[in-house]
């Protein structure tokens, strides 16, 4: 048996059994635990991140230019370089097309882009 350099056959089974057991609690965080505590799912943060954004940058632009709920949005003048959201928003898992944009300033709670997924809805979302 081999008993010279590093790759002994006792270090090689320790690696592989090292890596199993690594890659099993990676698996079992992503299957199990990510679930239960949905405040650790990073795409639907991510997701309502890109809504509350966009509301923001609807309020602010009805509240510089003193547009009332109804009035219409020029979303040529919110979304662009240069704009109050320089990049179009894309949903981590549906992509940019995943937002349904209103054409008119929404009241106030009600969202100007959400994502088509249910999952993704904000909560508390009544102010905004
Ligand atoms: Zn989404």
Redesign the pocket.
């Known amino acids: 048996m081999k008993t010279s350099g590093y790759l002994t056959p006792v270090r090689i089974v320790f690696w592989v059994v090292m890596l199993s057991m690594i890659s099993a609690i990676a698996f079992w965080v992503d299957s199990v635990i990510r679930p239960r505590f949905p405040h650790l799912n990073t795409?639907?943060a991510?997701?309502?991140i890109?809504?509350r954004n966009v509301q923001q940058a609807v309020r602010a632009y009805a509240a510089i230019n003193s547009l009332k709920p109804g009035d219409p949005i020029d979303w040529t003048k919110i979304i662009g370089p240069g704009n109050f959201i320089e990049k179009v928003p894309s949903?981590?898992?549906?992509g940019p097309g995943?937002?349904s944009y209103t054409t008119t300033i929404p009241p106030i709670g009600t969202l100007v882009a959400p994502?088509?997924?249910p999952?993704?809805k904000p909560s508390g979302t009544e102010d905004w």
């Open positions: 795409d639907r991510g997701c309502v890109q809504q949903c981590p898992v549906h995943a937002y994502c088509k997924d999952a993704h």
